[in-house]
Every structure is written in C-alpha cells, then in structure tokens.
C-alpha cells in the first residue's frame, strides 16, 4: 500500500565475524550487541525504545522515528557506540568480543517489527552493512566500528555540515551493483593499508631452436665437437711423425 511508505532513518547493524562463533557465543554476541546499542542510545540523548526493531543474524534492523535527529544519530551516536564497544570488549573474552558494520541510510519504508519492514529503505540498509568493502576493512584492519553512510546521508547531512565530520573523514566506495556509499572509521582507528599490487609475472624465455646454441655453435651437448678436435689431434700426430723421419 503506496500510502505506508514514508521516508525514515534507517540502520543495519552486523557484528563482524557471527558465523564463525559457536551457539553460545552468538547468543552473547546478540546480547552484548543489544545492550551496546541501548547505551549508546541512551547516551546520546535519543529515544530507542520508540524505535522499530528488527532482530536479524548477527545484528539488528533499526527504523527510527521522525523525530529522532539524523545530525544526531550520524555523529553523536556513532561515537558514543564505538564508546559503548570498547568497554564492552574490555570486559568480554576475546571470542565475545564486538566488531560493528554501522549502516545508516534514509529512504522509503513501510510495516513495524512485528509485521516486517518493507521498502527500498529497509534493503538498501541491510545491503550496505554487508558490503564487501566495509568488511574487508575489519577483516584486514583493527577497528572495532566501521560506519558506511548511503550517498543520500553524506550529501545531506555531512556535506551540508550538520555534524563535526568533514568529507576528508570518509572514503568513497562501491557499496555492490554501482552503489555510492562513505565508509567512516570513527575515533580516528587507522585504515588499514591497500593489499600489495602483485608483481607481474616474467615472461618465459623463448626456447632455442633445435640444433642451435650460445655463439652460434651447433648444439649437442659436450661431445658436439669431438669430430674437430679429433681432426686437430690426427693432424699433428701426422706431422710429427713425419718430422722425425726427415
């Protein structure tokens, strides 16, 4: 129904690395995941228990009201969760620990929580959180939070100078399909360095031609020119033998 769409906030959360937990790590995961984002909400001053919420696999989908800041939620509340995760991480052992994809979008959306959200929002949000450059830069980094913000969110909010980034901060990717998207590592955490670029691999050196060798000589192994040098021998041999007889 056209008329329940409506443009909203949206975040997709993914803890980095769920698949790879056990069964009971995952459930702490989700946990610490949960309690993360309450504090960092809290903290920031925004109203989450009006948000609507989505468990997902490894993460949550948030759609937030329209009262709730998007100068706010992309600054704000982006440090106070990388705040949020780091005392976390301080107290939890090394296989609980949280790594975020923070993604934040604004676009059509429709339906609740308990019904399901519906809508371009929605997906481009989810798709954005698991995109291939955001995970790389935890998988080859230290990070703890990376955020990647749609192009909409950046040419409004951040280029409009709404919040305490400035675009040399972000680094523009392909989010998949041709997608514009900012990644951001809050806090200063360093990029992680380009792979190498893999030398290019030497041709092969021609192989010689069948009877040829180095110098021009004809090829046939060490005994290639035994008629000459025998020929050489004989000839002195001779010589010799009739110097004598002179």
């Known amino acids: 129904m ?3 769409f409506e443009r909203r906030l949206v975040l997709a959360v993914r803890a980095h690395g ?3 937990r056990t069964a009971r790590m995952q459930e702490l995961i989700r946990e610490g995941l949960r309690e993360t984002l309450d504090v960092a909400a809290g903290r920031a001053r925004l109203d989450r228990p009006s948000w609507g919420r ?3 696999v490894g993460g949550e989908l948030a759609v937030l009201p329209p009262g709730e800041p998007e100068s706010v939620v992309c600054d704000g509340f982006v440090h106070q969760v990388r705040a949020a995760v780091r005392e976390h991480n301080r107290l939890t052992a090394a296989d609980g620990r949280l790594r975020l994809r923070l993604a934040i979008h604004f676009g059509m959306t429709a339906g609740d ?3 399901g959200f519906a809508g371009p929002g929605p997906v481009v949000a989810r798709e954005l959180a698991g995109c291939a ?3 790389d830069v935890l998988e080859r980094g230290t990070a703890e939070l990376v955020v990647i913000m749609s192009a909409g969110v950046v040419e409004d909010t951040v280029a409009g100078q709404l919040t305490s980034l400035e675009q040399r901060d972000l680094r523009e990717v392909d989010a998949g399909g041709g997608r514009r998207a900012w990644l951001w590592l809050p806090g200063g955490d360093p990029w992680p360095e380009a792979p190498p670029t893999p030398e290019p691999t030497p041709e092969p050196e021609p192989a010689p031609e069948p009877g040829a060798a180095s110098g021009g000589r004809p090829a046939g192994g060490p005994f290639a020119d ?3 040098i025998a020929g050489q021998v004989a000839g002195r041999d001779i010589n010799n ?3 004598d007889r002179a």
């Open 226 to 228: 035994a008629h000459i």
């Open 54 to 56: 989505a468990g997902e």
């Open 133 to 135: 450059a955001a995970r």
């Open 241 to 243: 033998h009739f110097g």
């Open 18 to 20: 769920y698949g790879t």
């Open 113 to 115: 929580a308990a019904g």
């Open 2 to 4: 056209g008329h329940d």
